[in-house]
Every structure is written in structure tokens, then in C-alpha cells.
């Protein structure tokens, strides 16, 4: 029997309690029996210098799971050419381990733009798609989206709208909201004035 593992990909910078949520809720009532936090060094949709270094972000993966048996913080793309896009780590993951079953977690939004990604058709191919309501997406043209992707589920997880540019902001000011985070991310960050 063949296992599977969700992706959760993401810059995580930093990790925080929704990303959590989402998490456990996947592991929970989706089709997976582990999860990855794979912390993606560089998005090609995002500006790199407005990231913390990666080795120090997958810190912060590793101290907010630290009890969770079925969550682990990977950094597999670390090693892969840059700027790297999720088709490259996919195969190389299903190269590697054959026998596992890799459903790519995404936001709602993520899947609307899935045909923009390099080689979608190739993860399409190879890859469940467990999807997750955003705030702020419309529910009526839901059912077309996921109608021109099978592959893709809908996974009714909670919807928590958190910044993590919000997180940093308030680092910066001096007013850090620290429900946020998870207990050992936000003294990591406030012990190393990563934001400020």
C-alpha cells in the first residue's frame, strides 16, 4: 500500500497558527497520513529579499511542529536549481521515493492560476490536488473551477485570514502580535530580533 503524503509548499516566513490549523485539519480529513511543511527558498512570484535565510525559516517550521507525529519541515527544494518551481521538486520526489502517493495542497486561489504554473499538466498528471477555501474567493464560479481540474479536492478547512506581512510589520513596530505565532516561533523571533 502505496503511502501518501500531503506538500504543503510555502515560504513560511514565518510560520504561523494558521498554517497550523490547515495542517492539522488536512491531516485529519483529507486523504493523507503525513504532511510536509516544504519551505521553498525562493517563489519565482515573490521578491527573495523580503525573506528571512532559508535554513532560518525552516527553524521556525521545525520549533512550531515539534511534538507532531505526523507533520514534518522538509527542505528538500533547498538543493534544486533557482528559482524553483514545484514540477521540478515533484519529480524529483516521485523519482525518489515510487512508492508514495504526493497530493500538493493549495489555496483556492493557487488553483484559479494553476494553468500559469510551469508544467501543470505534468502535476496534473501525477499529483492529487487538495484544495482550501481562501477568504475572499467567490463560491459561485467554485464548482467550473474545480470541474476543469478532477484531480482537485475541495477540503473544507477552516478559513483564517493571517499575514505573514502583517506578523512582520508588527515586529517592526514594536508591537508584536504574538497569538499569532506559535510559543516557540514568536520567542525564537523576539530573542533574535529577526524583524526588526
Given amino acids: 500500500m502505496k503511502a501518501k503524503v500531503g506538500l504543503f509548499f510555502g515560504t513560511f516566513n514565518p510560520i504561523h497558527v494558521g498554517h ?24 519565482p512570484f515573490k521578491q ?6 532559508d535554513r ?5 517550521v521545525n520549533l512550531a511542529i515539534d511534538g507532531e507525529v505526523n ?12 528559482p524553483n518551481f514545484t514540477a521540478q521538486t515533484l519529480l524529483f520526489l516521485r523519482e525518489k521515493y515510487p512508492q508514495t ?17 510551469r508544467n501543470y499538466e505534468s502535476i496534473l498528471e501525477h499529483h492529487p490536488i487538495l484544495v482550501y477555501p481562501r ?6 464560479d467554485q464548482n467550473d473551477i474545480l470541474e476543469k481540474y478532477p484531480q482537485a479536492t475541495l ?6 485570514e493571517i499575514s505573514a506581512s502583517l506578523i512582520r510589520q508588527s515586529f517592526k513596530d514594536g508591537k508584536p502580535l504574538k497569538n499569532l505565532l506559535p510559543k516557540a516561533v514568536f520567542s525564537y523571533i ?3 530580533n529577526l524583524f526588526q
Fill in 20 to 43: 497550523l490549523v490547515l495542517a492539522e485539519y488536512m491531516l485529519n480529513y483529507a486523504d493523507i497520513d503525513e504532511l510536509l511543511f516544504v519551505v521553498t527558498p525562493h517563489n
Fill in 48 to 53: 527573495k529579499s523580503t525573506l528571512l535565510p
Fill in 56 to 60: 532560518t525559516r525552516l527553524h521556525l
Fill in 71 to 82: 507533520m514534518r519541515a522538509s527542505d528538500i527544494e533547498f538543493d534544486l536549481p533557482q
Fill in 101 to 117: 502517493t504526493f497530493s500538493i495542497i493549495m489555496g483556492e486561489d493557487n488553483l484559479r492560476t494553476f494553468h500559469k504554473w
Fill in 135 to 140: 477568504i475572499g474567493e467567490v463560491p459561485e
Fill in 155 to 160: 477540503v473544507d478547512a477552516p478559513r483564517m
Fill in 190 to 192: 523576539e530573542g533574535s
